[in-house]
């Protein structure tokens, strides 16, 4: 098995935001390729997965469609990226009834290897199908809204969600969950733009030549993260839906 070094301070580790969405899938994010890019380039942040939303609530067209264009939207993204400097690498946040699941390790071409949409799996099937693909899955902000975790025999980790919109991001429950089934632990900003952008994310080794060696690097012991502590007031002042309301009052 590789051997990952990772040296802070020397230049040879990277801040990835491990969740991120552009509109062109996700319906809810407000931020082009450029936009997302532009946001990352000036918080210093040096890489990102795209997350973008597998959700019937995001479908539009046919199935195969979507699917083509979801692939279309990350090589996209990707190349826009490589213009900012920054490294993209693909990823998924898969809605499973009320829950989100972000996998990592999976590439475009794992779009096309099931028979029915991934939404339609079980947590225990959608588990399978990640670990089928040496990808890993991890549950996206598992206490968002009140909720309650999904079942841990079938995660590998769980997320620290930086969201400014969610108001707290949960990280001493996310934290106790993680150490009491020993998962890891991932971080990202979950950004879409309707709020101001979480500086947070995951310290990765640099040089990572894609998707399965990022899966390898989480499989291999808990990463070094930058979590962000949301700060309500600024929260308030830039939710682009209390801008509204207040316009409309
Ligand atoms: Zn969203
Ligand atoms: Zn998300």
């Given at each position: 098995m590789k051997v990952f070094k990772t040296e802070r301070g020397k230049g040879k580790i990277k801040l990835f935001d491990m969740h991120v969405h552009t509109k062109?899938?996700?319906?809810c994010s407000r931020l082009s390729a450029g936009d997302l890019c532009r946001a990352l380039k000036e918080d210093q942040t040096d890489g990102f997965v795209l997350t973008n939303h597998y959700s019937p609530a995001h479908l539009r067209g046919s199935l195969g469609q979507w699917l083509k264009n979801y692939q279309e939207e990350y090589e996209r993204t990707a190349e826009e990226a490589e213009r900012w400097g920054l490294r993209a690498l693909f990823g998924m946040e898969v809605t499973l009834g009320t829950r989100d699941f972000l996998l990592y390790?999976?590439?475009?071409?794992?779009?096309?290897?099931?028979?029915?949409?991934?939404?339609?799996?079980?947590l225990e099937e959608l588990w399978e199908f990640a670990h089928e693909r040496e990808a890993l899955l991890v549950h996206a902000?598992?206490?968002?809204?009140g909720g309650v975790p999904a079942d841990f025999r079938y995660l590998d980790g769980v997320e620290i969600n930086c969201h400014p919109l969610y108001l707290q991001n949960a990280k001493e429950e996310v934290t106790a969950y993680a150490k009491e089934h020993r998962l890891f632990v991932t971080c990202g900003?979950?950004?879409?733009?309707?709020v101001y952008k979480a500086h947070c994310g995951v310290w990765l080794p640099d040089g990572l030549s894609g998707e399965k060696e990022l899966a390898m690097f989480l499989k291999s012991g808990q990463p070094e993260l930058l979590v962000h502590d949301i700060d309500p007031r600024r929260a308030e002042q830039t939710n682009i839906y209390n801008r509204n309301r207040r316009k409309d009052s």
């Open positions: 062109g899938i996700s319906l390790g999976v590439t475009p071409e794992c779009l096309y290897g099931s028979e029915r949409p991934l939404w339609e799996y079980t902000h598992p206490y968002r809204g900003s979950d950004y879409h733009g309707d």
